[in-house]
């Protein structure tokens, strides 16, 4: 089982990034999937998750009204648009699924709820 995520990269504040995170080896289009990230030297933090059918969502509040959490239309990968990114939006990007209940709209903010990781993405953004 892999999730494979891409699509950071070196930005300058107020620019955009697309985040893709794509799974392979099993069918994860009946759970929860999320983004979070890690900065140096700090705890990793929820960004923002999104349901099966996409009809719930959640946001950080340090990201709200700038990024938007979407999934494909076989509902097995994820993506995340940042828009306005900022500096402190510096931080490897992971994208994680929350296997502990199919059909689930109780979107978990706590790392240790989500079982699959992707490798992460690394986003820097300088002022």
């Known amino acids: 089982v892999q999730l494979q995520a891409c699509g950071g990269g070196l930005v300058q504040a107020g620019d955009s990034l697309r985040l893709s995170c794509a799974a392979s080896?099993?069918?994860?289009?009946?759970?929860?999937m999320a983004w979070f990230r890690q900065a140096p030297g700090k705890e990793r933090q929820f960004v923002a998750g999104i349901n099966r059918s996409g009809s719930t969502k959640h946001y950080a509040d340090s990201v709200k009204g700038r990024f938007t959490i979407s999934r494909g239309v076989a509902k097995n990968d994820v993506y995340l648009q940042m828009n306005n990114l900022k500096p402190e939006d510096t931080a490897v990007y992971y994208c994680a699924v929350d296997t502990r209940t199919r059909f689930s709209s109780v979107l978990s903010t706590a790392p240790a709820e989500y079982e699959y990781w992707g490798q992460g993405t690394q986003v820097t953004v300088s002022s």
């Open positions: 080896g099993r069918t994860f289009n009946t759970y929860i």
